[in-house]
């Protein structure tokens, strides 16, 4: 899973990968990036999932986001542009083949975002 998002991030022209966040729909895949995507090159994950949440969207500025486990229909409802951008495999996930978009221009501020994309389940 982490190897694919790697994969889509890196494939993003320059200037849109320094501005990239990555997005993930529970505290295990933003954990999986964070644990093993430092040595992809990837940035911090940020998810509304549990702690995740209390931590923050840090300095994300919603322009580019790379999203793992959330679905295309909730993205859109925040921005501009959504595409597919892969399918994540995984033998040892509890989830399987999860969409991975890339999401670009955030309709409103993060910061204004960020309560809404809070869950405890």
Same mark, same amino acid.
């Given at each position: ?18 501005? !990239? ?5 529970? +505290?295990?895949?933003?954990? !999986? ?26 300095? !994300? ?24 951008? !892969?399918?994540?495999?995984?033998? +040892? ?7 991975? +978009? ?20």
């Amino acid at each position: 899973m982490v190897t694919t998002v790697a994969e889509v991030y890196h494939s993003l022209p320059p200037d849109e990968r320094t501005q !990239a966040t990555i997005l993930a729909g529970n +505290y295990g895949q933003a954990g !999986a990036v964070d644990f093993l995507g430092r040595e992809l090159g990837l940035p911090r994950a940020i998810s509304g999932h549990n702690n995740y949440f209390l931590w923050g969207p840090g300095d !994300a500025s919603g322009e580019v986001v790379i999203s793992i486990g959330l679905s295309e229909g909730d993205l859109r409802e925040f921005f501009e542009d959504v595409r597919w951008a !892969a399918t994540a495999h995984c033998d +040892y996930c509890l989830e399987q083949e999860r969409p991975v +978009y890339v999401a670009r221009r955030l309709r409103f501020p993060i910061q204004e975002v960020w309560p809404q994309v809070k869950h405890y389940d």
